[in-house]
């Protein structure tokens, strides 16, 4: 219940509200630039924690980590080093969907991240619920708490994860409460309303634990982590031990029959659920009514930790009553005896329309509120991390007098990530896929650190460690291209390349060619007894940089056209219903969204081709007088 009382509890700079993922990373974004920061939670135990699957990384996400941890933040760092077991995914396929994948100890991941968070300098962190932020005259003034404590600051950047109003549901039982029986944060949404956030009601959800001792193994297929790949953080040498193997199981007609059977008691089918769930990660009765000509579905069994006996069943997660639950994992193979430790659920919670932020997230509305994570309506804890990055660099460079730190779609899967969100908005909670980012061969997770350090550097970021073993690795790249230019005379050539299927060379044929030619580095190594005094990574990078290099040539083309449009600055003060030609649906969405130039007014939904050309005419007047 929120007090009347007020006093000044404590003075910042900065106040982030959240500590998951979004809220982790921009306060230590915030607070290792020099900014004075507070870090407010429901709940210090909830720090860094994964309420769903206690995996970082996969497809698409696993870029993400990597990119988070190129410009200097922390989630790759942790994730390597509680890292349960890693895998590399998809690598029957080409290298820029590759992503890394590792299951975390969930108990462990808190307690480091929490053990970072707290031997930072400029950071204080306060167990306590935020009722109301704080404004004059259209700027942040601070924050206040349920119990009266106001903390001061000139920005704030709001994590909320899934605990804004957040409701359990499982069967027709409705609960107030947030993930995993966390308390929830039930004053804050009025307050934003308030400030001119436009709320809206979104869903998730989650599968049952269940009782290791109780499943039977041999039913299932063992999934064994990678050895011969890299980590996540490029501060690391070495990927993370295998320590726990996951399996993996599959539903049948049974399981389905129950479900079916069992409909009418779903929330998400008898009305009880009225908020849009997650497209890309729907719950196994979404899973069986949209896809009833499937006769199974993978279901992965995966450690929750090392301390405990839990595993996660990926693949499952449901909003049923507990009879239909324990029904219908009892009915997949190897769960026939399995124990529920913990039941599946659905959760809803409020989130805003992020058409109404800025590419900085800065909110448009009020100056110093910013937003990043589930409340801006993505899904995923590396999403969110990503944007709480991202929000707290741009609070911290306003703070500091500096110009903004955004990046652009062809710069990374954040720019991507963000570009979507504030250009496009999103109507359910927003995953991130390799198939939304149109430069995705040059955005592959093994050269974040080549695209993005060096940005890192410039807004403050890089410590002087990351940036010598950055310079290292780019002059061992460097000097590795080089080296793969070295040719191999004809005879020889032509009697290796003879086992791949090619014909007598015509003269001699350098490494390079050869790798052009689809004959793995690794095969050339063996043959000619050179480069093993190179890293793995820096292997991988060089043999994929010439390997491409056709392909990576068009793409910096097609990269180029783009920025032409980039390049073009839209006004910030253009009343968009005084330029003639525009179409009604243009004008309404280019006033809204506000896009800072021609090529993010050209990816707004409404806005066509035709607006744009009518957009640049328009530009070119305006500059000529």
């Known amino acids: 219940m929120k007090t009347n009382y007020e006093f000044l509890e404590y003075t910042a700079e900065a106040v982030v509200v959240g500590a998951g993922h979004a809220g982790c990373e921009a306060a230590l974004a915030l607070a290792r630039t020099g900014i004075k920061t507070a870090l407010l939670t429901l709940n210090l135990d909830s720090i860094g924690f994964m309420p769903c ?30 890292a349960l077991q890693i895998r590399m995914l998809n690598v029957g396929k080409g290298a820029a969907v590759q992503s890394l994948r590792a299951q975390s100890d969930k108990n462990a991941y808190h307690r480091e991240m929490k ?17 109301e932020i704080l404004q004059e005259n259209g700027k942040c003034t601070g924050v206040k708490t349920t119990y009266g404590g106001i903390i001061s600051c000139k920005a704030v950047i709001l994590c909320t994860g899934v605990y804004l109003n957040g409701e359990t549901i499982t069967g027709h039982v409705v609960e ?103 497209r890309y990660c729907p719950s196994i009765e979404t899973k069986v009514v949209r896809f009833k000509d499937k006769e199974r579905h993978q279901i992965f069994i995966e450690p929750e930790g090392a301390d405990t006996l839990e595993m996660y069943v990926q693949g499952m997660s449901t909003s049923m009553p507990h009879d239909v639950q324990r029904a219908m994992y009892a009915s997949v193979a ?3 005896h399995a124990d529920i430790m913990r039941y599946g659920y659905a959760i809803e919670y409020d989130c805003i329309d992020t058409l109404d932020v ?41 703070l500091r007098g500096l110009p903004p730190f955004v990046l652009r779609r062809d710069e990374a899967y954040i720019g991507v990530l963000i570009d979507d969100l504030v250009t496009k908005g999103t109507d359910e909670p ?23 350090t060096e940005k890192g550097m410039e807004v403050g970021l890089v410590t002087n460690e990351r940036k010598e073993r950055y310079l290292k690795r780019k002059a061992k790249f460097e000097e590795l291209l080089t080296s793969l230019q070295t040719r191999v005379p004809q005879k020889e050539a032509t009697e290796f390349l003879s ?113 744009v050309s009518v957009l640049m005419v328009w530009l070119a007047q305006r500059n000529e007088k």
């Open 334 to 336: 190897g769960l026939e």
């Open 430 to 452: 927003y995953r991130m896929m390799t198939s939304r980012a149109e430069h995705r061969i040059c955005l592959r997770q093994d050269n974040a650190d080549f695209r993005l």
């Open 176 to 278: 107030k409460s947030g993930p995993n029986g966390f308390a929830p944060a039930n004053h804050l949404t009025e307050s934003l309303i308030s400030l001119g956030f436009n709320v809206r009601r979104f869903k998730t959800g989650t599968p049952a634990r269940v009782d290791s001792r109780t499943i039977d193994y041999s039913k299932c297929e063992i999934q064994n982590g990678d050895t011969d790949i890299y980590p996540f953080s490029f501060m690391h040498d070495t990927p993370p031990e295998n320590k726990m193997p996951c399996y993996l199981t599959y539903t049948n007609l049974e399981t389905h029959g129950i479900i079916m059977d069992n409909l009418d008691r779903s929330p998400l089918y008898d009305g009880t659920i009225q908020s849009t769930g997650p």
């Open 358 to 398: 800025l590419p900085t997230l800065e909110f448009k509305k009020v100056e110093g509120v910013y937003t990043a994570g589930q409340i801006n309506g993505t899904s995923g804890y590396e999403e969110a991390a990503a944007q709480g990055l991202m929000a707290g660099l741009n609070a911290s460079l306003k």
């Open 53 to 82: 699957n206690p995996s970082i990384g996969g497809t698409a996400k696993g870029h993400l980590v990597r990119e988070i941890d190129a410009l200097g933040g922390e989630m790759g760092i942790v994730a390597d080093k509680t």
């Open 499 to 611: 086992a791949y299927g090619y014909g007598a060379t015509n003269g001699s044929v350098s490494y390079a060619d050869m790798l052009k030619r689809s004959v793995p580095l690794k095969d050339i190594m063996a043959r000619f007894n050179v480069f093993s005094e190179y890293s793995k990574d820096v292997l991988e990078t060089a043999e994929i940089s010439v390997k491409y290099e056709g392909y990576l040539k068009q793409g910096v083309e097609l990269i180029e056209k783009a920025k032409r449009l980039e390049n073009k600055l839209l006004p910030a003060d253009i009343d968009y219903n005084d330029i003639k030609g525009l179409r009604l649906e243009a004008q309404e969405k280019l006033n809204r969204i506000r896009p800072f130039n021609l090529g993010q007014a050209g990816r707004i939904s409404g806005v066509n081709p035709a607006d």
């Open 115 to 131: 053990r970072v968070l707290e031997n930072t300098e400029n950071l204080r962190i306060i167990q306590a619920e935020v009722s």
